[in-house]
């Protein structure tokens, strides 16, 4: 089944700063939030979405993502370096079903953590936490 495209009343919203989709079942492309560029906070806890889509990396003023929940989530090579101004990042599974790190997430979340004031991450045994983190 092909799901909508987020509605045009927020896809057109230029005065957006804040969206929780907590728990929301995300019956749309969640791309399309990519687009949102004056987005400061983006909460998808629990949402099931299972891939971080590229163009949240467009999000240049997001400072805080929340990811809690989000099981068996893979985050595109890329994403996490373009988000310069986040602050806060929480990564957490509420089972052993972890979001999927790969190499380069592993560099990127290392980047990442120079300017974070905030990372709530849960690693599990296979996945392997990241060296040199900055706190």
């Given at each position: 089944?092909?799901?909508?495209?987020?509605?045009?009343?927020?896809?057109?919203?230029?005065?957006?700063?804040?969206?929780?989709?907590?728990?929301?079942?995300?019956?749309?492309?969640?791309?399309?939030?990519?687009?949102?560029?004056?987005?400061?906070?983006?909460?998808?806890?629990?949402?099931?979405?299972?891939?971080?889509?590229?163009?949240?990396?467009?999000?240049?003023?997001?400072?805080?993502?929340?990811?809690?929940?989000?099981?068996?989530?893979?985050?595109?090579?890329?994403?996490?370096?373009?988000?310069?101004?986040?602050?806060?990042?929480?990564?957490?599974?509420?089972?052993?079903?972890?979001?999927?790190?790969?190499?380069?997430?592993?560099?990127e979340l290392t980047e990442l953590s120079k300017h974070l004031s905030a990372l709530e991450v849960e690693f599990f045994e296979n996945s392997g936490i990241p060296k040199n983190m900055f706190f």
């Amino acid at each position: 089944m092909k799901y909508p495209l987020l509605p045009k009343s927020l896809e057109c919203s230029t005065k957006l700063r804040t969206l929780i989709l907590h728990k929301c079942l995300l019956m749309f492309d969640c791309s399309a939030i990519g687009e949102i560029l004056n987005l400061e906070v983006l909460n998808f806890a629990n949402c099931g979405i299972r891939k971080l889509p590229s163009k949240i990396g467009n999000l240049k003023k997001l400072k805080l993502l929340d990811l809690i929940g989000c099981v068996n989530l893979r985050i595109d090579d890329g994403v996490l370096n373009n988000l310069v101004n986040l602050e806060e990042l929480y990564m957490r599974a509420d089972d052993e079903k972890a979001i999927r790190f790969i190499d380069s997430n592993h560099a990127e979340l290392t980047e990442l953590s120079k300017h974070l004031s905030a990372l709530e991450v849960e690693f599990f045994e296979n996945s392997g936490i990241p060296k040199n983190m900055f706190f």
